[in-house]
């Protein structure tokens, strides 16, 4: 009896500060926060499906960057929704549930190039087939409009209009005199280019293997 009456107290207080700390903790944990990790998820979860039907959304991190916009934008274009590089939303995320692949396209092969997304899409056989990543350029060209491949390049040379230290054009298509689809170095989110389209060097591989002279080019939209 002499024991418990000691260590009874002893225990009930312990018993008080764990339920304290307890409460400091969940309340601590507002609202906002998991409202903050509610959106991390969902735009995780959009980050993985978009990937799996191949646009580039960049790294599964579960932020709402401008990486994950320019797929999202893609996914909304080929989708035939209105593309623009805004957040996802709840009906957009259960959408992207239901989407088992890339759309149908117009038939033929050929080249889309969409300055809303900065993205590049290849088509043929009917359907999309591809979706890469672009940098168009940053006084508003390429022009809107549609074009053919009139001439190629292969490997990797120097811009005439525009030189650089290093080699800067790789396996490029050029469709509208000195504009061209090419590989670059680097291939950010936003129009960079002087005036052409921007892709990366395995993108660049990708069109090179596939488009001949005389294929068409589409360029759409605005950054």
């Not at 893609?74 to 035939?80: I, M």
């Given at each position: 009896?002499?024991a418990?009456?000691?260590?009874?107290?002893?225990?009930?207080g312990?018993l008080?500060?764990?339920?304290?700390?307890?409460?400091?903790?969940?309340?601590?944990?507002?609202?906002?926060?998991?409202?903050?990790?509610?959106?991390?998820?969902?735009?995780?979860?959009?980050?993985?499906?978009?990937?799996?039907?191949g646009?580039?959304?960049?790294?599964?991190?579960g932020?709402?960057?401008?990486?994950?916009?320019?797929?999202?934008c893609?996914?909304?274009?080929?989708?035939?929704r209105?593309?623009?590089?805004?957040?996802?939303?709840?009906?957009?995320?259960?959408?992207?549930?239901?989407?088992?692949?890339?759309?149908?396209?117009?038939?033929g092969?050929?080249?889309?190039?969409?300055?809303?997304?900065?993205?590049?899409?290849?088509?043929e056989?009917?359907?999309?087939?591809?979706?890469l990543?672009?940098?168009?350029?940053?006084?508003?060209l390429?022009?809107?409009?549609?074009?053919?491949?009139q001439?190629?390049?292969?490997?990797?040379?120097?811009?005439?209009?525009?030189?650089?230290?290093?080699?800067?054009?790789?396996?490029?298509l050029y469709?509208?005199?000195?504009?061209?689809?090419?590989?670059?170095?680097?291939?950010?989110t936003?129009p960079?280019s002087?005036?052409?389209?921007?892709?990366?060097?395995k993108g660049?591989?990708?069109?090179?293997a596939?488009?001949?002279?005389?294929?068409?080019i589409?360029?759409?939209?605005?950054?």
């Open positions: 009896m002499h418990s009456l000691l260590t009874g107290p002893r225990s009930l312990r008080i500060l764990t339920t304290l700390l307890t409460l400091a903790m969940l309340t601590a944990i507002g609202p906002g926060d998991v409202a903050e990790a509610s959106t991390a998820n969902r735009v995780r979860e959009a980050q993985t499906l978009l990937g799996q039907l646009y580039p959304a960049g790294p599964i991190d932020i709402d960057g401008p990486q994950t916009r320019r797929g999202l893609a996914w909304r274009r080929l989708e035939g209105t593309a623009h590089r805004g957040p996802l939303t709840s009906a957009e995320i259960t959408a992207l549930r239901t989407t088992r692949r890339l759309p149908a396209a117009a038939s092969r050929g080249v889309t190039v969409d300055r809303t997304c900065q993205t590049v899409y290849y088509r056989g009917g359907h999309w087939r591809k979706v990543r672009a940098s168009t350029g940053s006084g508003g390429p022009r809107v409009g549609s074009y053919r491949i001439r190629t390049r292969a490997g990797w040379h120097t811009s005439s209009s525009y030189p650089a230290p290093s080699p800067n054009m790789y396996n490029t469709f509208d005199g000195p504009i061209a689809i090419h590989g670059a170095r680097q291939v950010p936003y960079a002087k005036g052409c389209v921007r892709v990366t060097p660049a591989d990708y069109l090179f596939r488009l001949r002279v005389g294929d068409p589409r360029v759409i939209g605005r950054y």
